[in-house]
């Protein structure tokens, strides 16, 4: 039995959705189930081929919905879930119970387990916080700015590690990983820590590098970055440098980009970057 499952790359939440998801599956209706991934992108053409779906069952996690009739399962969270409105209404013809979708979730893993615990009677409390870290980090619901730029729990640290992987080989292994394993002993693998280690290197030099860039103003920080070899930054490093400031403004570069980027403290305006 060979289960398919397409995930949100790049992401945390999918790479969480997707070994939830796969624990639940072989525990509660496939035993025998093998499992293949593919990481997802969002691209402003999104299409599904039909070659993706090469399992006896495929599921999208965390991801757009597809009208492919060889999807069989279905969990998503996004307001964009739908790429159209024929999509969406193929999805409320749906009868199967397997495609599942509720924007009400801060995470695609926590609607996921609620559904394996309250419609299948699945428990699995060693997931347990990978579950919780899915809220916090997909909803970005951090208690504070130190929380969200330090770095300190190894969810935290993985996600850096998720979000900045070339290609989707060392994603679908901490997937794999994700299955059975804590994410302390993830994090502490020497395959992972030697990614790591030169991120982080370049998270602290970003954090540097806006300090030295940035002034604050009436509450609002501004800095520019374009020039410099910064490619992205943790969006909370302002609020962490300047946590009296309510907004930001500021200009990064990237390969293809240069983008002007204006946010709210979440933690004194109850805003969020945009």
């Not at 093998?34 to 006896?56: I, K, N, V």
């Not at 199967?96 to 699945?122: E, M, N, P, Q, W």
């Not at 860039?213 to 609002?220: E, K, L, N, S, T």
């Amino acid at each position: 039995m060979l289960v398919r499952v397409l995930y949100h790359d790049h992401c945390f939440d999918g790479a969480a959705s997707a070994a939830f998801f796969s624990r639940f599956i072989k525990a509660v209706v496939h035993p025998d189930a093998t499992f293949r991934y593919t990481g997802m992108a969002h691209t402003a053409s999104q299409t599904f081929d039909p070659a993706l779906f090469d399992g006896d069952e495929n599921a999208i996690v965390d991801f757009k919905y597809a009208s492919d009739p060889h999807l069989t399962w279905w969990f998503d969270h996004h307001q964009s879930a739908f790429l159209n409105a024929s999509d969406q209404e193929h999805f409320q013809r749906d009868t199967s119970g397997r495609k599942l979708y509720d924007a009400s979730y801060k995470s695609c893993t926590a609607f996921i387990h609620d559904v394996a615990r309250d419609r299948f009677g699945f428990h699995a409390p060693d997931l347990d916080d990978l579950v919780h870290w899915s809220l916090i980090i997909d909803g970005a619901q951090y208690p504070d700015a130190k929380t969200a730029v330090e770095l300190g729990a190894p969810a935290m640290k993985l996600t850096l590690v998720i979000e900045a992987a070339k290609g989707s080989g060392i994603v679908q292994k901490i997937i794999g990983w994700m299955q059975h394993r804590q994410l302390s002993d993830i994090i502490a693998e020497p395959e992972i820590q030697a990614l790591y280690e030169p991120l982080y290197r370049r998270h602290v030099e970003s954090i540097d590098l806006i300090k030295s860039r940035a002034q604050q103003d009436d509450g609002v920080v501004f800095f520019d970055l374009a020039g410099y070899e910064i490619e992205g930054y943790n969006k909370f490093v302002p609020y962490y440098l300047f946590p009296s400031s309510t907004y930001t403004v500021s200009v990064s570069p990237s390969s293809f980009r240069t983008k002007i980027s204006v946010g709210s403290n979440p933690w004194n305006s109850g805003g969020a970057e945009a």
